[in-house]
């Protein structure tokens, strides 16, 4: 129940603050700035954890790391992210460097904005998290075959939900250096296996480069996708089926029976 309120950190060559196991800590109108590190804030097993207010510009890789709730029993972890500021994230990692990194189970990001972003926005991993009434302009600026709100690779994600947020010039930038995208930039993907998603609300204005759509689904069943809108995408939706073959070796790499024994030793 520890909370800090105004503080500033900047100038920092690593992490900037880490906190574990921590229930009910509050970071309230806090700035940081030009933070090094993989994270700027690190936060692990912080269940009622909030981060309200302030915001975080300027950082090599990662702004938040966030890990809160139970996969195993689907405990939530009640963790909140909300009305934050997100600029220049990953200045010095321009891939795989979200501004949030949300692992668990069970919590929440909502009116946030995220601006100038070189790679994901948001990267989700685990289940029943919302995405709610954030804006995400001019994301994902260099990262190609990626997402603004990007999940992957485990089938035992499920539950999460993406809604009414806007997504605008998603892969858009003004350095002339920036290299149209290989395969495709969208604002919201689900890569290889991920299902029981529900997407609805959403606003997408420029929000499609390349083969994918606004929304980009690879491989996974039972999405919900309802009630959104596009604007000057050139796809509204693309979706990649898997058939019976694929799916079958999949089930059959090591990688993913790793990942499902994992999760059954939780």
Known sequence: NLTLRNATFAGIRGTA??????????????????????????????????????????????????????????????????????????????????????????????????????????????????VLSNSFVNCLQRSDDQGVIDIWGDPSYRGNRISSNLFRDVGHSSEESAAPPALGRCAIRLDDLIGYTQIDGNRFERASQGRFGAIQINGGGHNTITGNSYLECPIAISIQRWNADRWDRTFREPRTRDILCKQISL
């Open 17 to 130: 603050l880490k906190a574990l196991h921590c229930p009910g800590l509050r970071l309230v109108d806090c700035t940081f700035a030009e933070i090094g590190g993989s994270s700027a804030i690190e936060l692990v097993d912080c269940p009622g954890l909030s981060i309200e207010g302030g915001s975080v510009s300027d950082v090599s890789e990662r702004a938040v790391q966030l890990l809160a709730g139970d996969r195993k029993s689907l405990e939530p972890g009640r963790a909140q992210i909300r009305n934050v500021r997100f600029r220049n994230i990953g200045v010095i990692a321009h891939t795989y460097a979200p501004a949030i990194l949300l692992e668990g189970c069970g919590n929440t990001v909502e009116g946030c904005s995220f601006r100038e972003t070189p790679s994901s926005a948001i990267r989700l991993e685990g289940n029943n998290h919302s």
